[in-house]
């Protein structure tokens, strides 16, 4: 298994972070069976593209929530790493309060 789970969107509340401010949290390694997708489905032509992170963060996006660790962006990144026999990737992580009791 890949990935721990594989979820269509996300179960936490949105955090509104823009590209600035995903920018200033430093990534750190995470395995790849630890963390929880939130797309179902990925374009093959972005997992194959050489350039696919020329305009985004070279670093996946990762809420972590109540327990788990959600891969928001950078799923083909994540793939890839993968296909390489890679079994972690770095990646910027913010950490979210868990739901209310």
Do not use: C
């Not at 823009?18 to 963390?35: C, F, G, H, S, V």
């Not at 913010?94 to 009791?101: M, R």
């Amino acid at each position: 298994m890949i990935f721990r789970a594989v979820r269509d969107g996300r179960p936490y509340p949105e955090h509104n972070l823009t590209l600035k401010q995903w920018a200033e949290i430093p990534p750190r390694p995470l395995r790849l069976d630890q963390l929880i997708t939130t797309k179902r489905e990925l374009a093959l032509d972005k997992l194959l593209a050489e350039d696919s992170t020329f305009y985004g963060d070279l670093f996946p996006h990762v809420v972590q929530w109540n327990g788990g660790l959600y891969l928001e962006d950078g799923l083909h990144r994540a793939l890839r790493a993968a296909l390489q026999q890679r079994n972690q990737i770095h990646a910027r992580v913010l950490v979210l309060a868990g739901q209310p009791d």
